[in-house]
């Protein structure tokens, strides 16, 4: 009897424990997480996930921005079957002649030239003989471009980050919502050999689920500042505290998660240091007193998803540091790491017993030797790159990535297919800017990061690269 009683009331403790945690978990999640406007999707209007167009056998490109990123975006492009470059345009008359002069050098049509204005863009995504509009201009500029093509009837891709405010953001969104054309982000790290190739692989459940993932900037770029930027990434960062460049770590990250596929993020806590890096440079190089600086040297931003996984971010772009986007993915059988080393860490039993067959007793406390890591490489190679790997090196663009990304764009254009970064990527990963900068200016609070789907980010089962 005694026995029945002490059994009734341990259960009756262990239900009341599981009772109030959940209920603080709820209460948790809701309470002092800062909130931003989440715009009412427009009656009539539908998400645009898995958005697909009428095939376009020819691309008609035309290119706006071409500083230092864009005449290379335009070089690749010309190794793509089924692309014509119709337009070139830039503020600046020699850039655009110059790249022209390339056009005209490889035996191919000249463009169209547009120059000599910031307002001069407009006609370009007004002409009627373009179905791609290419953005590589400053940050501050590229949504408003990306809303008007769209509102032109242009497909847009632009360059990270593609925009840096809420408004920007779901202008974009309901942009392509409204004139179902594709707006995508160009981010290209997502087709890094090493991120497709470790997607790949926590796609066939080789990490077991994927809970924790870190990625970054970290990237000194004091030597740049007086010599590229026409000082706008300078002045963006002098304006804004927060991760203001955070698609390169995030992006390959969410992919790994099936953000937006499976998985939402649902809130960010970010904290920074303070800033002494860029005025150190401001007052050495320029004698300016830089007290209004408002970026921190480094910016680490925490995220939770609704599947209870986490991701952390990081910004750097001024200390004395090795480059890093750390790309580490966390499952619950194994590990991968980028940078500084690649590496990965897996049990023996896990992997193809060929491979294994010299290691028997590799266990996910170390990194596996580097020809088993190699082995595995060639093994889960990701199907988009096996046809294009040795012409995407040649052709080149960060080693290759810039390329496949570039190819994998035209390719799903030409055959009507969704592309392989949506929309919703593009506002997700760029949510960053403005909600980090939010969180930092109260004391790191939580803040939401709102489901740009409206509803649908549990319709699609994981991220399917079409072919
Ligand atoms: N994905 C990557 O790996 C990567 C690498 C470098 C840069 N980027 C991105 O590419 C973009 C461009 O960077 P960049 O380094 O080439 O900058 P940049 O300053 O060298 O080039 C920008 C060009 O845009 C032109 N421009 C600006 N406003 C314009 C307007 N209204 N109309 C027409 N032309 C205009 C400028 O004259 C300039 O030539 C940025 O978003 C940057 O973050 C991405």
């Known amino acids: 009897m005694k026995r029945i009683l002490f059994l009734a009331i341990t259960a009756c ?65 010309t190794h793509i079957a089924g692309v014509e470059i119709v337009a070139l345009c830039d503020v600046e008359e020699k850039n655009t002649k110059k790249v022209n002069k390339r056009l005209e050098e490889k035996g191919l049509p000249k463009a169209q030239e547009f120059f000599g204005d910031t307002a001069v863009w407009r006609k370009v995504t007004a002409l009627p003989n373009v179905d791609l509009v290419y953005v ?44 179902r054309k594709h707006c995508m982000q160009l981010e290209n790290c997502v087709y890094d050999f090493f991120e497709l190739t470790t997607l790949n692989m926590a796609q066939q459940g080789l990490l077991g689920e994927v809970i924790h993932g870190e990625g970054a900037y970290i990237h000194t770029l004091n030597g740049l500042w007086n010599s590229y930027w026409n000082d706008w990434r300078l002045d963006f960062n002098r304006k804004h505290r927060g991760d203001v460049y955070p698609t390169h770590g995030l992006g390959p990250v969410c992919m790994a998660m099936n953000i937006h596929r499976g998985d939402k993020l649902n809130y960010l806590v970010s904290m920074d240091t303070k800033a002494v890096g860029i005025p150190a440079f401001l007052k050495e190089k320029r004698g300016e007193d830089a007290k209004d600086f408002r970026n921190g040297d480094h910016t680490v931003t925490l995220i939770r998803t609704e599947n209870q996984k986490t991701i952390m ?64 490489m060639e093994k889960y190679r990701h199907p988009i790159v096996k046809d294009i790997e040795e012409k995407a090196k040649q052709v080149g663009g ?9 190819y994998r764009l035209i390719y799903c254009l030409q055959n009507g297919l969704p592309l392989d970064m949506d929309v919703y990527d ?22 939401e990061i709102p489901d740009f789907t409206r509803g649908a980010w549990n319709r699609l089962n994981g991220v399917k690269f079409a072919e």
């Open 13 to 77: 403790i262990f239900l009341a424990a599981c009772t109030s945690r959940q209920s603080c978990q709820q209460s948790c999640h809701d309470k002092g997480v800062i909130k931003t406007a989440v715009p009412v999707r427009p009656s009539g209007q539908t998400d645009a996930l898995q958005l697909k167009t009428t095939p376009l056998p020819t691309v008609r490109v035309a290119f706006i921005g071409l500083g230092m990123r864009g005449p290379g975006a335009v070089e690749r492009m």
């Open 136 to 179: 590589a201009t400053d940050w501050v500029s590229h949504a408003r471009i990306g809303v008007q093509a769209m509102k032109d009837g242009k497909h847009v891709v632009i360059e990270v980050p593609a925009a840096v405010s809420m408004d920007e953001i779901w202008e974009l969104v309901n942009t392509s919502e409204q004139t």
């Open 313 to 376: 971010i990081q910004h750097n772009v001024t200390s004395p540091r090795p480059y890093n986007r750390l790309y580490q993915l966390t499952g619950t059988k194994g590990f991968v790491n980028k940078y500084p080393v690649e590496g990965f860490a897996l049990d023996s039993k896990l992997i193809d017993p060929e491979i294994a067959k010299d290691y028997p007793n590799l266990t996910a406390h170390g990194f596996m030797p580097n020809e088993v890591r190699q082995a595995l």
């Open 398 to 406: 960060h080693g290759g990535m810039d390329f496949i990304m570039d």
């Open 426 to 447: 593009l506002a997700e990963w760029c949510s960053l800017i403005p909600l980090t900068e939010i969180s930092l200016d109260n004391n790191s609070a939580p803040v």
